[in-house]
């Protein structure tokens, strides 16, 4: 049985990043094995309108994502929930909610029994309440 996470936002993106760094360390949670892979990868999805947090989370040695599971962009959403929603014109805003699906497909195939999804993110802000 199998979690997968997808964190939105800057909100969504730093609560997983303490979540993941929490149960990496030597502590007793039965749950652990729901949220990582065979090979302690975490079973996440990382998404946001700008690379700062997801590019520090990524850089840390220590965290377990696998890069090709994060999602962003360059132009950030201002804490503006329609270009959350809608993206900056053309269809960028739809392009990374398709990378964020296909992500998201992605690790649902690696699991072994697909249990559900554990949705972090924000409800103020742009990406984390309007993606």
């Known amino acids: 049985m199998s979690l997968v996470t997808v964190s939105v936002g800057q909100f969504g993106n730093q609560i997983s990043g303490c979540l993941y760094r929490y149960l ?20 996440a999805v990382l998404v946001d309108g700008e690379s700062k947090v997801i590019g520090k989370i990524l850089r840390d040695k220590e965290m377990p994502f696998r890069a090709c599971r994060a999602n ?6 201002g804490n503006n ?6 993206g900056r014109g053309g269809d960028s ?8 699906l ?7 195939e690696t699991c072994d029994s697909y249990r559900g999804c554990l949705l972090l993110h924000s409800l103020c802000g742009g990406t984390g309440s309007g993606l």
């Open 102 to 108: 296909d992500a998201f497909r992605l690790e649902m």
């Open 24 to 43: 990496k360390q030597d502590t007793p949670f039965s749950g652990e094995r729901y949220l990582f892979d065979d090979s302690g990868f975490a079973r």
């Open 81 to 86: 929930w329609a270009l959350g929603y809608y």
């Open 93 to 100: 805003g739809m392009a990374l909610v398709e990378r964020t």
């Open 72 to 77: 962003f962009e360059q132009s950030g959403r």
